[in-house]
Structures are given as structure tokens and as C-alpha cells.
């Protein structure tokens, strides 16, 4: 069992950044697979990247490449979502997931646990 929840969203003014924190308590968290979400305002939950929990390696989805940048602390059971070079289409409520699959996770459905998620409003 793992619990998640998300904190470090707000308001920023377009080309500014913000950095989500995501606390996990659970005693396997290292062994989970950890993936940021987003959802806009009559939208579908969208990927947004990945961080493997062995490897440490990351994948992202295209509109936050080289903006982006997810990291992880497993002593501390955290994970981070670093959001440089913001823009007004990136606000949403992001959420960060656990998988306890290996690998590169993408798809929303193979995550197993959800954060409340935490609201990002870029302004331009």
C-alpha cells in the first residue's frame, strides 16, 4: 500500500517555474515506478513522465519535453517534478502515481495508486 500526496502548485506568471513535491509512505516505495498526470479543465488525464524505481530512468511526454524534469529521493520517499519554461497550456491539476510494474510506465490504468493531485495555474 502506498499513499501519495502532491504539494508545491500555485500561480506563475508564463516562462516562470515551479517545483512539485510528491510524499509517498509505504515501505516499498523504492519499488514503484513514479509518474506525474495532469488534467485540464474538460480534458482526459494526460501523461506527463515517468521515473523508473531501479535505473532512475525518465521519460516524458512531448509538450514538456526539455522543460520538465522529474527526480526521486527514495531514502526520503519523495519525488519531484521540476516545471521550467512555463506555459498557459500547461495549467492543470497534476497528480502524481505509483506503479508496481517495471519499466517505462505510460498509460494512466497500469498506475496503482493516486495522489489528490495539486493545481498549477500558469497566467501569460
Known amino acids: 500500500q502506498v499513499q501519495l500526496v502532491e504539494s508545491g502548485g500555485g500561480l506563475v506568471q508564463a516562462g516562470g517555474s515551479l517545483r512539485l513535491s510528491c510524499a509517498a509512505s509505504g515501505r516499498t516505495f523504492s519499488k514503484y515506478a513514479m509518474g506525474w498526470f495532469r488534467q485540464a479543465p474538460g480534458k482526459e488525464r494526460e501523461f506527463v513522465g515517468v521515473i523508473t524505481w531501479n535505473t532512475g530512468r525518465t521519460a516524458y511526454a512531448d509538450p514538456v519535453k526539455g522543460r520538465f524534469t522529474i527526480s526521486r529521493d527514495n531514502a526520503k520517499n519523495m519525488v519531484y517534478l521540476q516545471m521550467n519554461s512555463l506555459k498557459p497550456e500547461d495549467t492543470a491539476v497534476y497528480y502524481c502515481?505509483?506503479?508496481?510494474?517495471?519499466?517505462?510506465?505510460?498509460?494512466?490504468?497500469?498506475?496503482?495508486?493516486w495522489g489528490q493531485g495539486t493545481q498549477v495555474t500558469v497566467s501569460s
Open positions: 502515481a505509483a506503479s508496481s510494474k517495471p519499466g517505462v510506465i505510460l498509460t494512466r490504468l497500469e498506475y496503482n495508486y
